[in-house]
């Protein structure tokens, strides 16, 4: 794999965005205060082509340029002025705080110490306890399960994900058919795309909402192509609009079966089968990820050797491991040498970071904090980086790759990520700031439905309920 040749100066960005930070002089970074960008962003899809899911995100984003006070700016900041102790002291730990949160309730009790989350969390965020199994799940929610790899907000609340995922099921979870369910995108036509079933998928399974997830995974198993992984892009009424698999979905979907083995026990058959298709399908003969069953093209932000490894210990193959070492090669390949940022695709269908790659810091991450992998934590340290010094409030929507802005609108799914790959690199502003924003948009439950996806990612992820059941 080939790195990019850009014909500009790479390090441009970088110096640019320095200059702004240290001299608040305009450049091509987003230096602005970041509360005045549109409330919407283009619709993201790329239009019917195979294995393409994972880029759209829908165009009616509610509150994108949100104004609540981002909670890490400073301490006096930490609850954004709702609620008692909303003029926190604390301020090396008060910006844990969701500015504004709606939930906020008596967030912000606790501002004599700065260390008062949103929806009212008063305690450090490593503070909750592990919800014990049942007769039913091994896994019930909270699980509050830290990796000493990396860091995690002052202060959380697992009840934000909670919350989130009530909203999320309220807005997006809709009657599928012969007893089913969908992930519905409104603002695509009220389409569903195999992204949104995995993620779907996902979200029920660490939320122990096992009902859902039967039904869920009852529709997806209802769209599967003629190499049993499902079509990427199914019609309101039912009918395939964007045949062939998308690889990013395939994969979610085989860690999800996986989640439920562990979490509720009776899916390990369905879960060997279903895994030994998408090795067969998903990668090229080197270990190469592909668009999907029937798309060779690069996408970086489908590499998950996280899954992977959970993959390869779970069914035996050792061709997981292999693949291991081929994503990182593809992701060395593929990132800007200064700020870590990665194109949608690496064939220049998409060659700047917007709503594909923007998932690639949460992946990565997901390794760092779950595996210590030196190479992920190497990448979440570059491209964390770069974030940090953009700074949580001023992080928009698309970057060229080196690292100038493409546009004004601001949400989670380019928040939340950065964040996570700041948990893996000691970024503790970044992490607490990216937070704040997160619970606000799970709290308020109006993002669009890949936003508000990314929220509940990353909720989960920082309070510690995102994580690798088998490792326990």
């Not at 795309?193 to 997806?220: H, I, R």
């Not at 932000?301 to 090669?329: M, V």
Request: net charge negative.
């Amino acid at each position: 794999m080939k790195k990019h040749h850009l014909h500009i100066d790479r390090s441009f960005g970088v110096r640019a965005l320095l200059l702004c930070c240290a001299a608040a002089t305009t450049a091509s970074f987003a230096c602005d205060s970041g509360t005045g960008s549109s409330d919407g962003e283009p619709p993201q899809s790329t239009g019917g082509m195979p294995g393409a899911g994972g880029a759209s995100t829908g165009g009616t984003a509610t509150g994108g340029a949100t104004t609540a006070a981002q909670g890490g700016t400073s301490g006096s900041m930490a609850t954004g002025g709702t609620a008692t102790g909303g003029a926190a002291t604390g301020g090396a730990t008060g910006g844990s705080a969701a500015g504004g949160a709606p939930a906020g309730g008596a967030g912000g009790a606790s501002g004599s110490t700065g260390v008062g989350g949103s929806g009212g969390a008063i305690g450090p965020c490593k503070g909750g306890v592990t919800a014990p199994a049942t007769d039913t799940a091994k896994f019930p929610f909270p699980q509050h399960r830290f990796s000493d790899a990396c860091i995690y907000p002052t202060a959380c609340d697992a009840m934000d994900a909670s919350v989130g995922w009530q909203k999320y099921k309220e807005l997006l979870v809709v009657d599928g058919g012969d007893g089913s369910l969908r992930v519905r995108r409104p603002e695509n036509s009220d389409d569903t795309v195999s992204e949104g079933m995995s993620y779907g998928m996902l979200f029920a399974v660490f939320m122990n909402d096992k009902d859902t997830f039967d039904k869920l995974w009852a529709y997806t198993q209802s769209k599967f192509d003629d190499k049993g992984l499902m079509h990427w892009q199914i019609r309101a009424d039912g009918s395939i609009q964007g045949r062939n698999s998308a690889t990013d979905s395939d994969e979610d979907i085989g860690f999800a079966l996986m989640m439920a083995d562990k979490q509720w026990g009776g899916y390990g058959d369905v879960t060997k089968s279903y895994l030994g298709k998408v090795l067969a399908n998903d990668f090229q003969s080197d270990g190469t990820i592909k668009g999907g069953d029937y798309y060779d093209d690069v996408n970086p932000s489908y590499l998950a050797p996280a899954f992977y490894r959970a993959f390869a210990k779970y069914t035996g193959e050792n061709r997981w491991n292999q693949i291991i070492d081929k994503s990182y090669e593809i992701l060395e390949g593929s990132a800007h040498d200064m700020t870590g940022l990665v194109p949608d695709w690496t064939n220049g269908r998409g060659n700047d970071y917007k709503y594909d790659a923007a998932r690639t810091p949460y992946r990565i991450g997901l390794d760092a904090c779950w595996n210590e992998e030196p190479r992920a934590k190497a990448y979440a340290e570059k491209v964390s980086a770069f974030f940090a010094m953009v700074g949580v409030e001023n992080i928009r929507d698309g970057y060229a790759l080196d690292g100038t802005k493409l546009s004004d609108n601001k949400n989670s799914t380019f928040i939340g990520p950065a964040g996570v790959a700041g948990m893996a690199a000691n970024q503790t502003l970044l992490v607490n700031d990216a937070y704040a924003q997160v619970a606000m948009d799970l709290q308020a439950g109006t993002e669009s439905y890949y936003n508000l996806s990314w929220a509940m990612f990353t909720g989960l992820m920082m309070t510690g309920n995102f994580v690798d059941y088998s490792a326990y």
